[in-house]
């Protein structure tokens, strides 16, 4: 089956400008995590949605956002863009949260702001 | 949150068995050992995890310490292509969700 895609895969933005990013998830997956990855922090967890609903949340600020639609597609989006969100945003998904074995990610989307 | 330590790099060559050790100290009862591995300019990739006793499966075996203060992935033949960062996590669920809270990770080469 197909794996988790994300949309798109490469993006420039210039500081103050918002961003959505998409995120597909294996069919049958009704749980979507969101993970950025830079060389300084590592990867971090962002949030997790299930049932549209926002599960678990890590520690960013407000700017960085996100939704679940009813097909378990999930976006997240970031507002007022910082030279310091320029990373690799990665989602992965999984069958239910609290779910414990294998989350699948997929290739990321990486964001570079100017 | 329980953390994880790895080693920052190992070299193995290949076709030879490779152990990647990793030290959980602060493990709850709980917390489950999970194994991701990332390929350059890819996603991280689910291993194998485990809780109390040891796991094999088609890529790699986890070998868990019987204090569960410390875990090490197996993989028993090295091949190129298992050239990666691999991270050990340790996942808590709670309020029916977890997050994997990733270390800095091992980055394993592998020499032909």
């Known amino acids: 089956k197909a794996g988790v895609t994300q949309t798109p895969r490469y993006l420039i933005k210039t500081r103050g400008q918002q961003v959505t990013l998409s995120c597909s998830p294996i069919?049958?997956?009704?749980?979507v995590s969101w993970y950025q990855q830079t060389p300084g922090q590592g990867l971090q967890f962002l949030f997790e949605y299930f049932s549209e609903t926002q599960r678990n949340k890590g520690n960013f600020p407000g700017r960085f956002s996100g939704r679940q639609f009813s097909n378990s597609r999930s976006e997240m989006n970031v507002s007022t863009l910082e030279l310091g969100d320029s990373a690799l945003y990665l989602c992965?998904?999984?069958?239910?949260?609290?779910?414990?074995?294998?989350?699948?990610f997929g290739p990321g989307t990486r964001l570079t702001v100017t | 949150d329980a953390k994880t330590t790895q080693p920052n790099s190992m070299e193995s060559n290949e076709e030879e068995p490779v152990h990647l050790p990793c030290n959980h100290s602060t493990i709850s009862g709980t917390d489950y050992i999970h194994w991701y591995r990332q390929l350059p300019s890819q996603g991280p990739e689910y291993v194998i995890h485990g809780l109390t006793s040891n796991v094999n499966n088609r890529m790699a075996s986890l070998a868990i310490a019987e204090d569960r203060k410390s875990s090490t992935l197996i993989l028993h033949r090295a091949t190129l292509r298992d050239a990666a960062v691999y991270y050990c996590i340790l996942s808590r669920s709670g309020a029916g969700s977890y997050q994997l809270t990733f270390g800095k990770g091992t980055k394993l080469s592998v020499i032909p």
């Open positions: 992965a998904s999984s069958l239910a949260p609290g779910a414990v074995g294998e989350q699948y």
């Open positions: 069919s049958g997956h009704r749980s």
